[in-house]
């Protein structure tokens, strides 16, 4: 074959069919904004109506969104959503109780240790690797300058 | 008189025989523009078994079983097996093969199966080792998912060029010797494909990164047998999608190959229509299988085509090699389907 | 009023932080897995150096609910810990501070894959 790499990459992209940026981006603003303010609703309910402390209301707010999105994952329904959403259903929060309960459900038929105990945090794991992780490193220069400082 | 034309093709002189096919497809592939053609379609994705993969196995072994009562033949009368699937140690074909008793040889050539099995079968009974085989491959949307891509429940957007796996099945008979008499349809030629890897590493990309396989094979095929579009009336590809076929054309053009683009066939573009939001089209080993045993064949032995030539492209990744930073390879494989009564009307 | 203001905020800023996200995906080959690490290793960052407060004390859920919120809780839950309890706070406080929603992801999804079966994409 004749053709380089190169030149075939370009050709590639020469035809491709692009994707219409501005519709998408739209419904991930409008989606996710949507999310936010349930959120910001749900931490009313508890700081206000229930009169919980800023701590535990965020962390009730936290539990309550990733409930309902495993719930609407589980009902099939969230797929939906992230098909219409992209990065609106995928930047929150409940997009990362998405991604733990959807690969715990395809492996269901693995068995419940290897299957579901193994796969659960197959697509998750990275942000709570470099999440938790990187928060360690912060802690640890934090002590480091206390001890220096 | 050498059967070999060249690098790449052999001739079947003997013109071995499809005595009978058999369909099974799916309820998105139901709805698609052929959904009337195929002969049986699976209840749902899970087709009364309880896994996919166990729903895959099923549709499959039915495909096979229904093939031979076409044939009005016995399980126990066919002498070979040639199958394989998408699946990880092609587990729907040797699960399938288990289960009917049937000598088994286990292929993989991904979505390049269904060609591949009937370049290989045809060589076989052309050789008189066999006058009574099947060749058949399958695919299933979630098993190909589930292994290839993400869980079903994952909230993701597919990419514009991302075709949807067709769930579905096909099996051929094929007949040496006298058996051969009785056939509509004959098998003339074979081209074998060589892999070729133009750098695509986008996973979601397969029609560009098969296409330039397609090119190959086709081009090769052409200049072994000395031969063009104007000798067939469909250039059949598997499953290269929108803009696979589109590349396919620009790279036959740059080998200054005439295309009628008329002629070229793509049955990921016709398994589903642009109302089924699948993107670039159709994709999987059952794509191209189930398309020409529920379509194409019956065409050809009724002589509305005269001759085509069938080329099956595949993709030869795996998720490892994806997330290792490899390109995708790709393989096309090639077989010439006469009507049989000679050459086109 | 002022509560209406706050969920208009909330919309607003938590719009924009996934409308970049889906700019990101639309205009780099990234997978969506690679971008979340990278919004919640940027929240880490940015509330490490007390430059996300004061988006979170202006938007509210808007600013929490998104994965760079995740990473806030988990830098200030660390500083905090090892203010208080010196270098082992590093270790524990991130993962104590998000402990809720990583402790509900991982049961709510034990729960669903249980009674729900994944089906075929529309």
């Given at each position: 074959m004749?053709?380089?790499k ?18 998408g981006?739209?419904?991930a ?6 999310i936010?303010?349930i ?9 206000y ?5 800023t701590?535990?209301?965020a ?5 309550c969104l990733v409930?309902?999105s495993a ?8 797929d ?31 068995g419940?240790v ?5 796969k ?16 360690i490193?912060v802690?640890?220069i ?5 001890v220096?400082? | ?6 690098a790449?093709?052999?001739a ?7 005595l ?16 009337e ?18 729903a ?5 072994e ?12 016995a399980l126990?009368?066919?002498?070979m097996?040639?199958?394989?699937d ?14 009917l ?11 390049s199966t269904m ?6 079968g045809?060589?076989?009974a052309d ?21 290839y891509?993400?869980p ?12 949807w796996t067709?769930?579905g ?10 058996q051969?008499?009785h056939?509509?349809?004959?098998l ?32 090769n ?17 598997g499953?290269?999608?929108?803009l696979?076929?589109?590349?396919l054309?620009?790279?036959l ?10 002629k ?11 109302r089924?939001?699948a ?15 529920a ?10 085509l005269?001759?085509?030539l069938?080329?099956a492209?595949?993709?030869l ?6 997330m ?5 390879p790709?393989?096309a494989?090639?077989v010439?389907?006469e009507h049989?009564g000679g050459?086109?009307? | ?7 208009i ?26 971008i ?5 290793t ?7 150096l ?8 202006f ?13 806030y ?20 406080g ?24 994944p089906?075929?994409?529309a």
């Amino acid at each position: 074959m004749k053709k380089s790499k190169q030149a075939y990459a370009e050709l590639v992209k020469k035809l491709s069919p692009k994707s219409d940026m501005a519709k998408g981006v739209w419904r991930a603003f409008a989606v996710g904004g949507l999310i936010c303010v349930i959120g910001q609703v749900i931490n009313d309910v508890f700081s206000y109506g229930l009169k919980w402390g800023t701590q535990s209301a965020a962390t009730a707010t936290s539990i309550c969104l990733v409930f309902l999105s495993a719930l609407l994952t589980g009902l099939g329904v969230y797929d939906r959503i992230g098909k219409y959403a992209g990065a609106g259903s995928i930047v929150p929060i409940t997009g990362f109780a998405n991604a733990t309960v959807a690969p715990a459900m395809e492996f269901r038929r693995e068995g419940l240790v290897m299957g579901i105990g193994a796969k659960i945090f197959t697509l998750s794991g990275p942000v709570l690797v470099y999440g938790i992780g990187s928060s360690i490193l912060v802690g640890l220069i934090a002590a480091l300058v206390e001890v220096i400082g | 008189m050498s059967k070999r034309l060249g690098a790449q093709t052999v001739a079947l002189p003997s013109r071995p025989g499809i005595l009978a096919w058999a369909s099974t497809a799916g309820q998105k592939e139901k709805e698609g523009p052929y959904g009337e053609k195929f002969d049986s379609i699976i209840p749902d994705e899970l087709n009364g078994q309880q896994s996919f993969e166990g729903a895959e196995r099923a549709m499959l072994e039915e495909t096979i079983v229904r093939c031979a009562q076409k044939a009005n033949k016995a399980l126990g009368d066919i002498q070979m097996l040639l199958c394989g699937d998408l699946l990880n140690q092609i587990i729907s074909a040797g699960f399938a093969a288990r289960n009917l008793g049937i000598p088994f040889y286990g292929l993989y050539g991904a979505c390049s199966t269904m060609a591949e099995s009937l370049s290989i079968g045809g060589m076989i009974a052309d050789g008189g080792f066999a006058d009574a085989m099947v060749c058949a491959t399958c695919s299933h949307f979630c098993t190909a998912e589930r292994q290839y891509r993400a869980p079903l429940e994952l909230g993701n957007q597919r990419t514009p060029t991302a075709q949807w796996t067709v769930t579905g099945a096909g099996a051929v008979m094929l007949a040496g010797g006298e058996q051969a008499r009785h056939a509509g349809a004959v098998l003339t030629h074979a081209t074998c494909g060589r892999v070729i890897d133009l750098g695509i590493s986008d996973a979601n990309n397969m029609g560009a990164a098969m296409a330039p396989a397609g090119c190959d094979t086709l081009a090769n095929h052409f200049r072994d047998t000395n031969r063009g579009f104007d000798d067939y009336d469909l250039v059949v590809t598997g499953d290269l999608g929108h803009l696979g076929r589109d590349l396919l054309i620009e790279l036959l053009k740059e080998r200054k190959i005439t295309v009628r683009e008329d002629k070229l066939f793509d049955c990921g573009c016709h398994i589903f229509d642009a109302r089924q939001d699948a993107h670039s089209g159709g994709s999987g080993c059952g794509c191209a299988a189930s398309m020409l045993c529920a379509h194409l064949l019956p065409e050809v032995a009724s002589g509305r085509l005269g001759r085509i030539l069938f080329m099956a492209t595949g993709a030869l990744l795996s998720p490892t090699t994806t997330m290792q930073g490899e390109s995708i390879p790709g393989v096309a494989h090639a077989v010439v389907i006469e009507h049989e009564g000679g050459k086109r009307r | 009023m002022s509560m209406m203001l706050m969920y208009i905020k909330a919309f607003v800023v938590g719009g924009i932080l996934c409308a970049i996200g889906q700019v990101l995906i639309l205009k780099t080959q990234l997978t969506s897995a690679r971008i979340l690490v990278g919004y919640v290793t940027t929240g880490v960052i940015l509330g490490a150096l007390g430059i996300y407060k004061p988006l979170v004390d202006f938007a509210g859920a808007g600013a929490t609910v998104p994965l760079l919120g995740f990473g806030y809780s988990l830098a200030r839950g660390s500083l905090e810990a090892v203010r208080e309890i010196g270098v082992l706070g590093a270790f524990t406080g991130g993962i104590t501070a998000t402990a809720g929603g990583i402790s509900a992801a991982l049961f709510f999804g034990y729960l669903a894959a249980i009674l729900f079966k994944p089906k075929m994409k529309a």
